[in-house]
C-alpha cells in the first residue's frame, strides 16, 4: 500500500525540481506553492534518499533529515511508515456478552455459610494435597 508524500523546498530558487531514489534520480518537477515548493508522490513503506535541484544545482535541504550514501554524498532522506491496520476496539452490530444465571452458577448464602477470615497469607501454614484428601468411612 503507497502512502502520500508531500516534500517541501522553501528556500530561494526559480527552477526547483526533485530528484532520488524513487524517481531514478531524474529531477522531476517541483510546484511553486506561495512562497515554497512542493513536490507529491506516493511512495511504499521504505527509506527514500533525494536531492532538490535548485536552478540547476544538486543540494540537500539542511533543514530536512540527511544522510551519506556510500559515494559520500549528502542527500535529504524520507521514511515512508507502514501504516498499521485500524481494528475497531468493538464490532458494529454485536453487544456485550452477558453472562445469564444457570443452576451451576448461582450459590444460595446461607448464615451458616457465612464465615469471617483473618490473618494474613504469610502466617499460614502450608499443606500437601495428601494433608486434603478425606476418606469416606463404609
Known amino acids: 500500500m503507497s502512502t502520500s508524500i508531500v516534500l517541501n523546498w522553501s528556500g530561494e530558487g526559480s527552477d526547483v525540481k526533485v530528484a532520488g531514489e524513487f524517481t531514478s534520480w531524474s529531477p522531476q ?44 554524498n549528502k542527500n ?15 464490532q458494529k452490530g454485536t453487544e456485550p456478552i452477558e453472562e445469564k444465571p444457570t443452576e451451576s452458577n448461582l450459590v444460595e448464602s446461607t448464615e451458616a455459610d457465612q464465615t ?9 501454614e502450608r499443606v500437601s494435597d495428601d494433608d486434603c484428601l478425606t476418606t469416606s468411612k463404609p
Open 76 to 90: 535529504n532522506v524520507v521514511s515512508v511508515e507502514v501504516e498499521a491496520e485500524k481494528i475497531p476496539d468493538v
Open 116 to 124: 469471617e477470615v483473618s490473618g494474613d497469607s504469610d502466617s499460614w
Open 29 to 72: 518537477d517541483a510546484i511553486k506553492t506561495g512562497d515554497a515548493w512542493q513536490f507529491k508522490i506516493d511512495l511504499q513503506p521504505g527509506r527514500y534518499q533525494y536531492k532538490w535541484v535548485v536552478d540547476g544545482n544538486w543540494l540537500a535541504d539542511e533543514s530536512q533529515p540527511v544522510d551519506i550514501d556510500e559515494s559520500g
